[in-house]
């Protein structure tokens, strides 16, 4: 069973096909530790507070095996769901009996919990039978439906169990019956039933499915859900012109990657138009250096472009999660680099910060500068975002590479071996590199059955021009922010060699974005950084960095290890400021002296004592402007 997370092969309008998860073992420093804390501590930890929480037990009540109550939130079904497509995509990585058992038993739950008529969904049940499908905006029915969809595809590909996937198509069923065309013209209000009903015609082939999910993409946008922003429903997303203010940020980037599906299967431009108009407007003036999404608390929504407050950024673990999602599959549909530039940038940075190295703590809100109290929590009453950084992590491996018919795809940077299958016979790739924290790869390829193909290198957007050699010999040069193509008759054993320039360097932001002014974020590879007091004397708010100072160190007894990077920073002695918000310009003289810093990666934050941290640390003011 391929453990294919978006099941493009079969897709008519794609670029890129999928390797599956089991294909791809990784060996390296950053990514296979974290699969193993996933199964070791994330999943088991999780299952725990949904039995605590009385997530379970709903379906159990609902069964009629248990009495009492609904417990919990409308939607907390679906942090069951997410917690069984991450388990199982995990599962696919490496076969964990203690993982297995426990997704059988509450996958278990969950099918006695389904009506004769197919519906399920453990809130209404009894009592509030009756309620079902009758508040559409709010009540989040079709949301939850969806991760089911997907949690019982993800059990069906990696560990070959139908049970859930029978659960799931009658629930489909039951919804086209109810919903389908020439129906009730009814749309849910939290995007998410649209991605979810593409992988299931992917899997079953059942053609309504498909025809349901673009029929969901085109009613939003006609006021059937009272015609807000924050529901996307102002108008059709064929029509729209930018991520509108006040926009949901989960809602928004699930809907793309819904609509991103059904263009993949239908080829239908004007929907990849209107993604393309809305991708620019995200990364051009509504995205964070860290790939997050969502600046205000108020309706965890996007802003205004170049709205961006640091302190105040909401920037939900889910809408980083989401932003990854969705570009992996504008990355699929195009092969563009771009795409996978973004989709980096989200999971290295702003998704990853979600949960705590130790596996078992979570944000919801990830700011870019803190004075010292935000920490990770073990768990939340809308628990949304655990699970959801769970499954970006199980799907780590099936994201590196991808497939042409004649070519191979690598699409992140991690030390592994893979197997890729390709016309007429398949590729051993060796990947040897210690990315992040060096930007030296070597792929070695051993054909077996095919002669010519093509290897894609994808040359980061944050890099220099690179220089590409096959078997120690010059190549030719990657620009960054393509993939470089490699096109040849490989022998068993040739090896291809880059050097992507991972900095350090300092990055500024648009002027308008003016939280940021006279400010700089630090960046290594693709990570972005943070200073946080941890490691710093003098408080981190304070400090003023020196351009052209940078230098990286690698720290394997910090934080799981890492690279650091050190520099040169003016400590402002803010103590005249005492007893004084404002003063006449000039009058206030503050002391300064020279000071080294350490910045950590912004993904470790919060891992020891609490303090300030800070992403976009003031410049020496003679240097503004200039590179590091
Ligand atoms: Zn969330």
Same mark, same amino acid.
């Given at each position: 069973?391929? $453990?294919?997370?978006?099941?493009?092969?079969?897709?008519?309008?794609?670029?890129?096909?999928?390797?599956?998860?089991?294909? *791809?073992?990784?060996?390296?420093?950053?990514?296979?530790?974290?699969?193993?804390?996933? =199964?070791?501590?994330? =999943? #088991?930890?999780?299952?725990?507070?949904?039995?605590?929480?009385?997530?379970?037990?709903?379906?159990?009540?609902?069964?009629?095996?248990?009495?009492?109550?609904?417990?919990?939130?409308?939607?907390?079904?679906?942090?069951?769901?997410?917690?069984?497509?991450?388990?199982?995509?995990?599962?696919?990585?490496?076969?964990?009996?203690?993982?297995? +058992?426990?997704?059988?038993?509450?996958?278990?739950?969950?099918?006695?919990?389904?009506?004769?008529?197919?519906?399920?969904?453990?809130?209404?049940?009894?009592?509030?039978?009756?309620?079902?499908?009758?508040?559409? %905006?709010?009540?989040?029915?079709?949301?939850?439906?969806?991760?089911?969809?997907?949690?019982? *595809?993800?059990?069906?590909?990696?560990?070959?169990?139908?049970?859930?996937?029978?659960?799931?198509?009658?629930?489909?069923?039951?919804?086209?019956?109810?919903?389908?065309?020439?129906?009730?013209?009814?749309?849910?209000?939290?995007?998410?039933?649209?991605?979810?009903?593409?992988? @299931?015609?992917?899997?079953?082939g059942k053609r309504e499915y498909l025809e349901l999910a673009r029929l969901m993409i085109d009613r939003r946008g006609r006021g059937l859900i009272g015609g807000s922003p924050y529901h996307l429903d102002h108008k059709p997303l064929r029509e729209m012109e930018e991520v509108p203010p006040g926009a949901h940020a989960v809602r928004a980037l699930y809907l793309f990657c819904g609509a991103a599906d059904v263009y993949m299967e239908t080829g239908d431009r004007s929907l990849m138009e209107a993604l393309e108009r809305l991708w620019r407007d995200l990364v051009e003036g509504k995205m964070y250096v860290t790939g997050g999404v969502g600046s205000r608390y108020e309706g965890e929504a996007v802003g205004e472009a170049y709205e961006l407050p640091n302190e105040r950024a909401y920037a939900e673990t889910c809408a980083a999660v989401a932003n990854a999602m969705w570009n992996w599959r504008m990355l699929l549909a195009t092969g563009e680099a771009r795409f996978a530039d973004v989709m980096e940038l989200a999971l290295y940075n702003g998704a990853l910060a979600g949960i705590s190295l130790s596996g078992d703590l979570y944000f919801y809100v990830n700011p870019l500068a803190d004075r010292g109290r935000h920490r990770r929590q073990r768990w939340f009453e809308c628990a949304c975002c655990?699970?959801?950084?769970?499954?970006?992590?199980?799907?780590?491996?099936?994201?590196?590479?991808?497939?042409?018919?004649?070519?191979?795809?690598?699409? @992140?940077?991690?030390?592994?071996?893979?197997?890729?299958?390709?016309?007429?016979?398949?590729?051993?790739?060796?990947?040897?590199?210690?990315?992040?924290?060096?930007?030296?790869?070597?792929?070695?390829?051993?054909?077996?059955? *095919?002669?010519?193909?093509? =290897?894609?290198?994808?040359? #980061?957007?944050?890099?220099?021009?690179?220089?590409?050699?096959?078997?120690?010999?010059?190549?030719?040069?990657?620009? #960054? $922010?393509?993939?470089?193509?490699?096109?040849?008759?490989?022998?068993?054993?040739?090896?291809?060699?880059?050097?992507?320039?991972?900095?350090?360097?300092?990055?500024?932001?648009?002027?308008?974005?003016?939280?940021?002014?006279?400010?700089?974020?630090?960046?290594?590879?693709?990570?972005?950084?943070?200073?946080?007091?941890?490691?710093?004397?003098?408080?981190?708010?304070?400090?003023? *960095?020196? #351009?052209?100072?940078?230098?990286?160190?690698?720290?394997?007894?910090?934080?799981?290890?890492?690279?650091?990077?050190?520099?040169?920073?003016?400590?402002?002695?803010?103590?005249?400021?005492? $007893?004084? @918000?404002?003063?006449?310009?000039?009058?206030?003289?503050?002391?300064?002296?020279?000071?080294?810093?350490?910045?950590?990666?912004?993904?470790?934050?919060?891992? %020891?004592?609490?303090?300030?941290?800070?992403?976009?640390?003031? @410049?020496? +003011?003679?240097?503004?402007?200039?590179?590091?």
């Open positions: 069973m391929p $453990g294919i997370v978006i099941d493009t092969s079969g897709s008519p309008y794609t670029r890129l096909k999928p390797v599956p998860i089991e294909n *791809v073992k990784l060996q390296d420093e950053f990514w296979a530790s974290r699969l193993d804390t996933l =199964l070791n501590v994330t =999943l #088991p930890t999780q299952y725990k507070l949904l039995e605590e929480t009385g997530r379970i037990d709903n379906f159990r009540r609902a069964a009629g095996k248990a009495k009492g109550s609904f417990r919990g939130l409308y939607f907390n079904d679906s942090d069951v769901y997410k917690w069984v497509e991450a388990a199982s995509f995990a599962l696919a990585y490496r076969r964990d009996p203690r993982v297995e +058992e426990l997704t059988d038993r509450v996958v278990a739950e969950i099918a006695a919990a389904q009506d004769e008529d197919g519906y399920l969904n453990t809130y209404f049940t009894f009592e509030r039978k009756r309620e079902r499908w009758s508040n559409l %905006r709010d009540m989040h029915e079709m949301y939850c439906a969806g991760h089911l969809f997907q949690a019982a *595809v993800a059990r069906r590909r990696t560990l070959g169990k139908r049970d859930l996937l029978a659960a799931a198509v009658r629930f489909a069923d039951h919804i086209y019956e109810v919903f389908g065309p020439g129906r009730r013209e009814g749309v849910d209000g939290h995007p998410e039933v649209e991605m979810a009903l593409v992988e @299931l015609y992917r899997e079953t655990p699970p959801n950084i769970a499954r970006l992590i199980a799907y780590v491996p099936g994201m590196v590479y991808a497939r042409g018919r004649s070519s191979v795809y690598v699409n @992140l940077y991690a030390a592994s071996r893979a197997a890729v299958e390709l016309d007429g016979g398949r590729v051993q790739l060796v990947q040897r590199t210690r990315y992040p924290w060096d930007g030296l790869v070597e792929i070695e390829v051993r054909p077996e059955g *095919v002669e010519e193909f093509s =290897l894609l290198l994808r040359a #980061p957007g944050w890099s220099k021009p690179a220089r590409i050699e096959v078997n120690g010999e010059g190549f030719g040069t990657a620009q #960054p $922010g393509t993939y470089f193509e490699v096109r040849r008759k490989w022998k068993e054993g040739d090896v291809v060699r880059a050097r992507f320039d991972v900095g350090p360097a300092l990055v500024e932001a648009h002027p308008h974005v003016t939280c940021n002014t006279g400010r700089a974020a630090i960046r290594y590879g693709p990570l972005v950084y943070c200073l946080e007091q941890a490691d710093n004397e003098h408080n981190v708010w304070d400090l003023a *960095v020196v #351009p052209g100072t940078l230098r990286a160190e690698w720290r394997s007894d910090l934080l799981g290890g890492v690279v650091t990077v050190k520099g040169k920073a003016l400590a402002l002695d803010t103590s005249a400021w005492a $007893g004084k @918000l404002y003063a006449p310009l000039g009058e206030v003289q503050m002391q300064a002296r020279e000071v080294e810093f350490t910045a950590i990666p912004y993904y470790a934050w919060a891992n %020891r004592e609490l303090g300030p941290m800070i992403v976009w640390v003031r @410049l020496a +003011e003679q240097k503004v402007g200039q590179s590091a």
